[in-house]
């Protein structure tokens, strides 16, 4: 059965890409078995209200395809065009939305249309194109996936295919052992320690015809990369808050996934900042992060989990001075969206294989519940919440380090050389008001002034009164306790709290204890969260 394809765009600006696209689709051997294009310049003259009509064509239709360009269109009474309307009404239904961009440059374009280009961006992945060509290119891309994912194109996913050149002799059979035994102790996995290693396959569906899947050598492989070059971690730490080329630690973890996901978190860990508190409660002192622990491992196993294997490109996590960047390359599923993953949803597996195979070690759990986990640990530890993205083709999430956020620094209404201060003392850890002259290009008494600004707006504490070891920096996650001989203004909330679902209003206790530093940390202990 055909299905439509709804076109939405400024219909004078882009008239011959919509036509293009219609002719391709109609003309192409494929495509044209499963879908009809409709262009509403086609349509008969009508006593009908031309925004019921577009608006029903979109609830009729499968697949919604935006084309943005320069213009943004008429708008109606609420100062909406036809194309916003349009593309707000695919979201709220569900559909498959397509967005392409025409042109690299957002600077000439209408300031409503780089407003929808963003909002489009925070929810799906926007492809850009220059020509009529590579558009077609695109979108012929796009339509073929979105085939093969509701399984109309009888193609196998690329975890469920046979690997190429794989044998069963390149699966170790010590890892398929050690899963099973631990299967067994998370959640009670049918089959005992005994099994035969092609029954532990079978079982786990990543045998085809007796031949290892993808899955199989990603998950157990003896030499994983041999055949998915790709599937590999790769971690980088930055001092400071943005990329440095090069970068001052870079390691790339490879062998089966299991190993990716605990070897990155462990190098998340080692170089973020912990302490450690007093042994008043047990005989071992605990160690605490400035960063939840458990926020990092679930955006590094779900980077890993539904990552697209397909892809050349590797998952990415870049520790920053100030939060934690986890990348993967592919897109949320159709049915999600970065707003969703705030709320309770559905577990979508992009690769349900390897993500059963996580839930019987414990890694995740079935239930969606991973986002909200990370939201929640956020909450208490006084960080903002996470961020939840696609750019271009890749999903990202963000872990907060700092409550000093690019957003919260910008409602604060710092000048330049305060931004500029902030900035320096998130990559160096302190200030001196000298230093700040310098760097400032300012007299004393303004930087005087304007360090005196940054104390009272709760960014910076003042460290000594006067003399050269008077120093600031930045103001803790919650109220700063104790005597810091200074001015200290730490009464009001924090400028990001209650600014979204899931942030836990208050402050959270200040952490005492010793600073350990930066160094080697293990974490083999490891705790189920969500899915994507």
């Known amino acids: 059965m055909k299905t439509t394809i709804f076109i939405s765009s400024v219909q004078k600006e882009l008239q011959a890409e919509r036509r293009a696209i219609k002719n ?63 593309f707000d009404r695919a979201t709220s239904k569900g559909k498959v939305r397509l967005v392409f961009v025409k042109g690299a440059a957002d600077k000439g374009r209408h300031p409503k249309m780089r407003a929808l280009i963003r909002k489009a961006g925070t929810q799906i992945i926007r492809r850009r194109f220059q020509t009529p060509d590579e558009l077609l290119r695109l979108l012929q891309e796009s339509l073929v996936e979105h085939l093969d994912s509701r399984g109309v194109i009888q193609d196998l996913a690329f975890e469920e295919r046979p690997c190429p050149d794989a044998t069963i002799r390149d699966i170790d059979p010590e890892r398929v052992l050690a899963f099973v035994r631990r299967a067994r102790s998370e ?150 969206t970065p707003e969703s993953l705030r709320h309770p949803h559905a577990s979508i597996p992009r690769n349900p294989r390897i993500c059963e195979a996580f839930f019987l070690t414990r890694y995740i759990e079935k239930f969606g519940t991973g986002t909200l986990m990370m939201i929640d640990e956020s909450a208490a530890a006084g960080l903002p919440p996470p961020v939840f993205e696609p750019r271009d083709a890749e999903f990202r999430a963000t872990v907060w380090r700092d409550w000093l956020t690019d957003d919260v620094i910008a409602r604060m209404g710092l ?3 305060q931004r500029a201060a902030v900035v320096r003392v998130k990559a160096a850890g302190r200030i001196s008001n000298l230093e700040y002259q310098r760097l400032a290009k300012v007299v004393k008494k303004t930087a005087t002034r304007d360090l005196d600004e940054l104390v009272a707006k709760r960014v910076v504490v003042r460290i000594g009164t006067t003399g050269r070891g008077t120093h600031y920096v930045l103001a803790g996650k919650g109220d700063i306790k104790g005597d810091t001989k200074g001015t200290n203004a730490l009464s009001a909330p924090h400028p990001w709290k209650g600014d979204a679902k899931g942030v836990a209003k208050g402050t959270s206790p200040a952490r005492s204890g010793e600073r350990l530093g930066k160094g080697s940390a293990r974490t083999t202990q490891r705790r189920g969260g969500g899915q994507q």
């Not at 409709?38 to 395809?65: H, I, K, M, N, T």
């Not at 213009?71 to 349009?86: I, K, Q, V």
């Open 415 to 417: 000048n330049a050389r």
């Open 187 to 336: 959640r009670r996995f049918p089959l005992p320690d005994r099994a035969p290693m092609a029954d532990v396959l079978e079982h786990l569906h990543v045998l085809r015809d007796g031949r290892p899947t993808t899955a199989a050598v990603l998950l157990f492989g003896r030499d994983p990369q041999k055949f998915v070059p790709a599937a590999e971690v790769r971690c980088m730490h930055f001092h400071g808050t943005t990329v440095q080329r090069p970068a001052p630690s870079y390691q790339m973890f490879k062998g089966t996934l299991f190993d990716q996901m605990d070897r990155a978190v462990d190098f998340a860990l080692s170089v973020v900042d912990r302490r450690v508190g007093t042994r008043a409660l047990s005989t071992q002192a605990p160690v605490s992060y400035d960063v939840p622990p458990d926020v990092v491992r679930e955006a590094v196993v779900n980077a890993v989990a539904h990552r697209d294997y397909a892809s050349r490109a590797s998952v990415q996590v870049s520790v920053f001075a100030d939060r934690v960047e986890v990348a993967n390359p592919g897109s949320l599923p159709a049915e999600l």
């Open 24 to 86: 391709y689709v109609h003309g192409d051997p494929l495509l044209r078995r499963f879908f009809d294009v409709f262009l509403f310049e086609d349509l008969p003259a009508s006593g009908q209200r031309a925004d019921r009509v577009y608006l029903g064509e979109v609830d009729r239709c499968s697949v919604y395809v935006g084309l943005l360009g320069n213009a943004y269109g008429s708008e109606d009474a609420d100062g909406l065009s036809p194309t916003e309307r349009e």
